[in-house]
Nanobody, 124 residues
Framework: EVQLVESGGGLVQAGGSLRLSCAASGFTSDDYVIGWFRQAPGKEREGVSCISSSDGSTYYADSVKGRFTISSDNAKNTVYLQMNSLKPEDTAAYYC?????????????????WGQGTQVTVSS
């Protein structure tokens, strides 16, 4: 069974940085996409970024382009989300998700497995 565990969340001032980690295990296929999503109180879950295992391609939501960077360490089966220049509107619970696909974007229903989430709070 696929398991995803997020870590790295916390409290940071606006303009600061955090790095989130997603440790993955239990995959039965080499082709998959790992995505980061976030959900603020009272709002729907939204896609942030994703990375494909097949070719390493990445995609970012417009709201985080130029500030966030997704990367992976295949040897450690871990995906990272480096978040810089954080804004109060980035405050949310952040989730990593896995899609058993070669290609996937930021659509919620493209993903098959989800982690438990890690809280990111950005103060003004």
């Amino acid at each position: 069974e696929v398991q995803l565990v997020e870590s790295g969340g916390g409290l940071v001032q606006a303009g600061g940085s955090l790095r989130l980690s997603c440790a993955a295990s239990g995959f039965t296929s080499d082709d998959y996409v790992i995505g980061w999503f976030r959900q603020a109180p009272g709002k729907e879950r939204e896609g942030v970024s994703c990375i494909s295992s097949s070719d390493g391609s990445t995609y970012y939501a417009d709201s985080v382009k130029g500030r966030f960077t997704i990367s992976s360490d295949n040897a450690k089966n871990t995906v990272y989300l480096q978040m810089n220049s954080l804004k109060p509107e980035d405050t949310a619970a952040y989730y990593c998700a896995a899609a058993r696909k070669v290609v996937a974007g930021l659509g919620l229903h493209e993903y098959d497995y989800w982690g438990q989430g890690t809280q990111v709070t950005v103060s003004s």
